[in-house]
């Protein structure tokens, strides 16, 4: 979980009164986050990897004052005037960086620790919810430098003076040299290389996307207004990204508008800030909380965790922050709620019921049958559930069925289906150890998967192989007949054909009439398909007939 390092100093001051520091720590704990060390002037918090929102002093401090009934709005709306400036959106940018929002703060009163956290608030959240720019990036620029019209395109290789430097630069020098550039270039490999995202005005590049933005459009202390950029792969992230930004300047007190975004003939004019509700029903809260809230606590909780709440008969509605990205359904309002109460004061009850927890029949019997297998000296294997027709059926020297599931776009020619059975994967590994001391004794216990009746199943079976010189059919006989004796199995055996095996050296395992599994003495060319070196045996046995054998006689 992301780790936000805040200016103490200035969150005391966001917080007005009533808070020390050992009040801060209670709260920020009952709120569900922690804070992991704090010296004279900062404190570093471990925020919850869903709550972008509160990766910044001003969002940390508002859940606070909501924490504390010190809060004095819920919704965060913006002026309805036109909005204050037009992206045009080049079709160039759309296999590149195709999205983009923005922001415009007018009348800001900055400092150094609104500008620090402002600008600490940008990397934190495209470190963690922009997944390192290549969902989310983020751009702040001084609006009075900015000159309409302004547009969001590929560009050539153009030149404009990088943040922190004095000289002109070409995009590509910008993107192999800067610290920026050579940290983010992979985020630019799609698309045509020869071609750059850029926001520019009529002066020139005011940001190159995602990378640097322009020496010209610096945001300082004195900066009264502020454009901030949204750029991203999804309309929906960069869209509610802008969101949390508007509430954040909002809480700064400055005058926000909105950037209207030109989509060809589609326009979007963001954030949009539109405020959306949960209606559920008080009795769940309280059945899944499994505490008596009633109906004059639960306003005060939802106010606690920053929600506006009425009571509509016997169900609460609550309105959803614009800025909470973290709630989806009423299931998230429940938690918050759950939060609110504190679950410390939720004492824990016993769960009633009539039956006896226990391993499942199928469950004893696969470990019962692991712990036998390494009993009788074989090493277990653990391998991927993808194979190929290759493995899977030439090289163990069987037919091809149609009951395989078959991955429909496989990106190599080594994963393009799901294993049928296990003898292949047993083999492989022999295969790769086969320069190793004899004998060689391997097996596996897992799933299988085949396709019947037009659905997809899964059993488990164990499968099992030795390689050295002397061994033989008998072997392999005694092998499996000792392991059912030991599982308590009554079986039958019969003489059994199957292309991985020589003929006449393989025998069937019948359980009452139905097949349960083969062995016997590995044919010499499928030990040559899988690179073994020895004469070698194997079974394979399907365990779910076996534990359809033990429930019955239960």
């Known amino acids: 979980m992301p780790v936000i390092k805040i200016n103490k100093r200035y969150l005391f001051r966001l917080l007005e009164s009533g808070f020390d520091e050992k009040k801060l720590e209670e709260q920020v704990a009952k709120l569900g986050l922690e804070m992991e060390a704090a010296d004279a002037q900062s404190i570093s918090i471990e925020v919850t990897a869903n709550r972008p929102d509160l990766l910044s002093a001003v969002g940390l401090a508002r859940a606070l004052r909501n924490f504390t009934h010190k809060a004095k709005k819920f919704s965060y709306a913006i002026s309805e005037k036109e909005p204050a400036l037009e992206i045009v959106v080049d079709r160039n940018v759309k296999n590149v960086r195709p999205y983009v929002a923005g922001v415009v703060a007018q009348g800001l009163r900055l400092d150094d620790d609104s500008l620090a956290d402002l600008v600490t608030f940008t990397e934190k959240f495209c470190e963690t919810y922009g997944r390192n720019r290549r969902r989310v990036a983020i751009g702040m620029h001084n609006m009075d430098a900015i000159r309409p019209p302004v547009r969001y395109r590929c560009e050539s290789d153009i030149e404009y003076v990088p943040l922190g430097e004095t000289r002109s630069m070409r995009l590509s020098q910008v993107l192999n040299t800067s610290r920026k550039g050579i940290e983010y270039a992979h985020l630019l490999r799609t698309g045509n ?214 991955l429909k776009n496989p990106k190599t020619l080594e994963i393009g289906m799901m294993r049928t059975w296990l003898l292949p994967s047993v083999l492989k590994n022999l295969g790769a150890s086969a320069h190793d001391s004899m004998a060689q004794n391997a097996f596996e216990l897992d799933m299988v998967f085949c396709v019947k009746s037009g659905s997809a199943v899964e059993s488990y079976h164990l499968c099992a192989a030795s390689v050295h010189p002397r061994s033989n059919f008998n072997e392999a006989k005694a092998l499996v007949e000792g392991l059912l004796y030991k599982m308590g199995i009554k079986h039958e055996l019969r003489e059994f054909g199957h292309g991985s095996f020589i003929e006449g050296r393989c025998a069937e395992i019948l359980i009452g009439e139905a097949h349960a599994g083969f062995f016997g003495e590995l044919h010499p060319a499928v030990i040559k398909n899988f690179g073994i070196e020895e004469p070698g045996i194997a079974f394979e046995i399907d365990l779910e007939a076996l534990a359809k054998k033990k429930i019955r006689e239960d």
């Open 193 to 406: 290389r020869e071609h750059y995202p850029v926001i520019e005005d009529s002066q020139g590049v005011a940001s190159f996307v995602p990378i640097l933005n322009s020496e010209r459009t610096r945001v300082t202390m004195s900066t009264k207004n502020l454009f901030v950029d949204v750029t991203g792969t999804s309309e929906y992230a960069v869209n509610k990204a802008v969101e949390i930004l508007g509430a954040m300047l909002l809480d700064l007190g400055a005058d926000v508008r909105r950037v209207r975004i030109m989509y060809g003939k589609r326009s979007v004019d963001t954030p949009e800030m539109e405020q959306r509700s949960i209606t559920l029903p008080l009795a769940r809260a309280e059945r899944e909380i499994g505490v008596r809230i009633g109906f004059d606590n639960v306003i005060s909780l939802a106010n606690k965790m920053g929600y506006e709440a009425a009571l509509i008969a016997k169900n609460i509605r609550v309105t959803v922050p614009e800025y909470r990205l973290d709630v989806i359904d009423a299931q998230d309002i429940v938690e918050d709620l759950a939060i609110g109460y504190g679950y410390e004061y939720i004492n824990p009850q016993a769960i009633i019921s009539s039956q006896r927890g226990g391993l499942e029949e199928r469950t004893r019997l696969n470990r019962e049958a692991a712990e036998l297998m390494v009993g009788m000296g074989f090493t277990e294997f653990a391998n991927s559930y993808l194979t190929n027709e290759q493995t899977n059926y030439v090289k163990p020297c069987v037919d091809k069925k149609n009951d395989a599931i078959v």
